[in-house]
């Protein structure tokens, strides 16, 4: 019943940086946690970071450092500043929200990095 959906992704060059919105269809002061994932070609789809209600972040080795996960109640949106972009962080990026006992997808949003 709750739709999310991605925008923001797009190809940019090794070094750039995107910010990856997810719009939700109703507010998502109720969504404990809220979190990116990606998912390469050939390979599964991993966590990213998350974010719970109360604003505690946890991010994947990987882009620790060079990755901001935030959530904006007011617009009930989610954010992913991403800087530093590296060829392997190309992939297809996935909200994902979670209330209750109740799991919740976006569609995706393509990231491209070339060197």
């Known amino acids: 019943q709750v739709q999310l959906v991605e925008s923001g992704g797009g190809s940019v060059q090794a070094g750039g940086s995107l910010r990856l919105s997810c719009a939700a269809s109703?507010?998502?002061?109720?969504?404990?946690?809220m979190g990116w994932y990606r998912q390469a070609p050939g390979k599964q789809r991993d966590v990213v970071a998350t974010?719970?209600?109360?604003?505690?972040?946890v991010y994947a080795d990987s882009v620790k450092g060079r990755f901001t996960i935030s959530r904006d109640n007011a617009k009930n949106t989610m954010y992913l500043h991403m800087n530093s972009l590296k060829p392997e962080d190309t992939a297809v990026y996935y909200c994902?929200?979670?209330?209750?006992?109740?799991?919740?997808w976006g569609q995706g949003t393509q990231v491209t990095v070339s060197s």
């Open positions: 109703r507010s998502i002061t109720n969504f404990n946690v």
């Open positions: 974010i719970t209600s109360s604003a505690i972040t």
């Open positions: 994902r929200a979670t209330a209750y006992a109740y799991e919740y």
